[in-house]
């Protein structure tokens, strides 16, 4: 250990080293934590060995994975014991906290501790996902109750386990690096435009993939409505690396995109883009379309703020906790139509000027030193109790 008793080396566990909200939140949270002169490692199980898809300032580690096959359950069952195989090791445990970003890598930290590896882990809790499978939710509710500590990115989530589960969790938001994200252009812009095959739009961007949690199925709905007032107007729906099965919602997007009706280029589909890009892909969008039916935070909009999007959002909890009436166009995310007259409204001045102002203040209002300071009083005190 490093003879200055203020640093802290912190083990954050994520599920994946693919760009999805939480693996992007363990990331940023790392640096931010880097930054402060703490020793963060960025931990996931990584089964093609290819690394996380972005490089930061702090330390990652690819876990060894064994081969999953079989459904869902059996490969989260596998990359729980990944986990574990790798920390029985003494020399991967040398860490004064243990943080766990998800139900996979809360399970792993829960085994360590009944078996007297560990003595204490935190976890983050985005969201609860409602899995179709009843042993996935034994799995997740598991990992938060045995925690020792909760954090969570927005109050609903944390009056959420305080009446389920009656856990009290630390508040510590989220963030969004405004130099990265930002409206400047860069020639990375004009390359990724011509490769997706936009044209002069208005660009709705979608993120996330085709997922329900998503809402793909209303967006697209929607984006039709749009495209009968924009006919030149694109959707470009992009990320979509989950570890979760979503089969049959994709077989219904396909299914709604052949009765759309749209011309063959409406709709682009880029799948996971590499993170380089991804500034470059909200700089090219006239507006993000973000009408999920539950998230834990939204990282997305933070994102298109900084670069001058404006966002179309659910009017639901935790998006109703940080942006204001005016800072983007509402919406109910069950009726598509009113996911258009949103999106139609965003691209129409004077409200997309507005948008575009109020979306900058809440940007730069959000920074991930501020996520990384709301950990430190519970970090002290795990990292206290372990040493006692």
Known sequence: MSGDSSQLRIAILTHSTNPRGGVVHALALADALADLGHLPVVHAPDPAGKGFFRRGVAATRSVPASSASGDVVAMVEARIDDYVRHFEDPAHR??????????????????????????????????????????????????????????????????????????????????????????????????????LGLRAGPILLSIGGVEQRKNTLGIVEAFRQVHAVHRSAQLVIAGGASLLDHGFYRQQFKSRLRDAGLPADAIIETGPLPDAEMPSLFRLADVLLFPSLREGFGLAVLEAMASRVPAVVSHVAPFTEYLGADDVAWCDPHHPGSIADAALSALAEPLRSRLIANGARVARHHDWSRTAMAHMATYQEMREVHYA
């Open 94 to 195: 040398r860490f004064d906290v243990f943080h766990a970003q998800d139900g996979i890598s809360g399970n792993a930290l829960a085994k360590l501790k009944q078996r007297g590896l560990i003595q204490h882990y935190v976890r983050t809790v985005h969201h609860i996902d409602a899995f179709a499978d009843q042993r996935l939710s034994v799995l997740d509710r598991r990992s938060i109750i045995q925690a020792d500590g909760l954090f969570v990115v927005s109050r609903f989530w944390q009056e959420q386990l305080k009446s389920e589960m009656s856990r009290t969790a630390a508040l510590v938001g989220n963030g969004v690096d405004t130099l990265r994200y930002s409206p400047v252009a860069a020639p990375a812009d004009r390359l990724l435009h011509a490769r």
